[in-house]
């Protein structure tokens, strides 16, 4: 891969540019993605009340029902749940945990007075009442669970999406980049060298032809006077 980079320094600069922003980039992610873990863990211990609260109080309007049924008889029963005549409501907002949008689940009508109920005193009993308590009960902890329920498995999407982030940028681009990094700097470093030996050959090669220069008229001086030794 480092082979494929044309050694200049200007790839150099444009690559050294990139490490900075990826190691910036990596270690913003890195705190967001700690940051996250520590909110899901919150989340993650209220979401284990919540689950507790929804299995007792699924239990307790079981065992009411069940009550309700063997005293007051099924008709009964079935007639004080078709006697409602208001429903519970839900209405869904949403807010930011680090990013992440996660619902907020806001319900109304859920828990109701006798005379909401629409039985009326006399067409119930304590047992159809306590049943009815329970099942209020039970429907607004089945609401929080869904709210936390939601916002936890959102928060575990960010976080794996964070974590194989960080893990891209730490394994693989920031290698690849140190990597094209070393490359270029080795071969820029080779032709300093080579330059310099080539700069240093042409100044050899100068000198010797100065001091060539320099040693010839001696050379013809020489030659001139030796005739006259002669005669």
Partial sequence: MAKDVKPTRKNLMAIEDRIELSERGHDTLEQKRDGLIMEFMDILDQAQDVRSDVSENYETAQR???MARAMEGDVAVRGAAAA?????EITTQSKNIMGVVVPQI?????????DERGYGLLGSSARIDEAADAYEELLESIILAAEVETAM???LTEIETTKRRVNALEFTLLPRLYENQEYIEQKLEEQEREETFRLKKIKAKKEEEEKAEEEEPTVESSAVEEPEAAD
């Fill in 106 to 114: 806001e319900s109304s009508k859920v828990k109701k007075s006798l």
């Fill in 64 to 66: 009411t029902i069940d």
């Fill in 153 to 155: 498995k959102k928060m």
């Fill in 84 to 88: 409602l005549k208001e429903h519970p």
